[in-house]
Nanobody, 119 residues
Framework: QVQLVESGGGLVQAGGSLRLSCSAS????????MGWFRRSPGKEREFVAR????????AYADSVKGRFTISRDNVKNTMYLQMNSLKPEDTAVYYC????????????WGQGTQVTISS
């Protein structure tokens, strides 16, 4: 019923950069806090970054702080994750998620995009 569309994953060498994108309908995006999560083989899904409806409140996992930047464009209804100084341990499937009305509960998820960092 609610579709989130991701793009931007791929293969990059350690130290390189990627930018992930996640788009949604205006109805969903305009009322949702948004977040990025990732899952590596054999591990549970982990939080990466989140951003509030208006973009004023942002938080990052300690493991990516200073390297990743989350942002959103409320005209294009798109959220971004700029990833710099990538490390092999960043290899994972990355998912975007939406929390309707900014209630902090992520109810809608994208299909995931593979990010692979070679050493």
């Amino acid at each position: 019923q609610v579709q989130l569309v991701e793009s931007g994953g791929g293969l990059v060498q350690a130290g390189g950069s990627l930018r992930l994108s996640c788009s949604a309908s205006e109805r969903t995006f305009s009322t949702s806090g948004m977040g990025w999560f990732r899952r590596s083989p054999g591990k549970e899904r982990e939080f990466v970054a989140r951003i509030s409806v208006s973009g004023g409140n942002i938080a990052y996992a300690d493991s990516v702080k200073g390297r990743f930047t989350i942002s959103r464009d409320n005209v294009k209804n798109t959220m971004y994750l700029q990833m710099n100084s990538l490390k092999p341990e960043d290899t994972a499937v990355y998912y975007c998620a939406a929390a309707p009305l900014g209630d902090g509960t992520y109810r809608y998820w994208g299909q995931g995009t593979q990010v692979t960092i070679s050493s």
